[in-house]
């Protein structure tokens, strides 16, 4: 064999190995195509104490689609996820903190969680719960990637009790304004107006300068949300209501 054949059977072989057989380094390593371009969430871990930290980090640094930032870095991460015994105005006020210097979404990991610490913790930004007897490492991502996600995150109970309290906040301030869900919007009632008076529908979409889309859209909206039948039950129900 001559040189020239080892020198190319040198390269073949290196190319196949991923070795420089001459100088000895190792090549990088090739990464997997699918692998190419995703990278972890950016996560900032936050504890009352060493010890709940470091179980929390334990279980996170073993899962690729986290990653996870020191203390220093906490400015970038995504998500900051918050682990405590309970809520406490010292945490409360970590809570506020968070909100004010991060730009991610804010998790809370709980060990103990009183009913009436739902709306102090939606008031300071927490977007997900999840109970520490129940954070182990595959709810604790899904935890993560949710948010990362835009999404949130409960446990049912509490789902139930937020779900109750937005409706006890919607009547309260609907009942408190002499509203009711029946009312309807300035845009509604100019539809309706033009209905009465026997415009079809290209006619209103002239007039109120919105699409015909938009207007059927609108007539629908008012008919499902009352229980109606048709555009003429939700003209008689209108004037029956002095809604136009």
Known sequence: MTSTDTTREEAVTARRTGVASRSGIA???RVPEQSR????????VFAEDLILQT??????????EVELLSEGEAGRAEVSLLVVDALSETVTEHLRRLRLATSGRIGLVVGQFEAGGLQTIVENGVAAVLRRSEADQDRLVHLITALANGEGV????????????IGMLQR????????????????????LKLVAEGFDTSEIATKTSYSER?????LHEIITRLGLRNRAHAVGYAMRRGLI
């Open 27 to 29: 090549a990088a390593p």
């Open 37 to 44: 371009g995703r990278r972890g969430v950016r996560v900032a």
């Open 55 to 64: 179980g929390v980090v334990q279980q996170l640094r073993q899962r690729p």
């Open 154 to 165: 409960m446990p049912g109970d509490l789902l139930g009790e937020l779900l109750d309290r």
């Open 172 to 191: 309260t301030m609907l009942d408190g304004r002499g509203l009711t869900l029946s009312t309807l919007t300035a845009r509604e009632a100019e539809m």
């Open 214 to 218: 938009t207007v059927k859209n609108v």
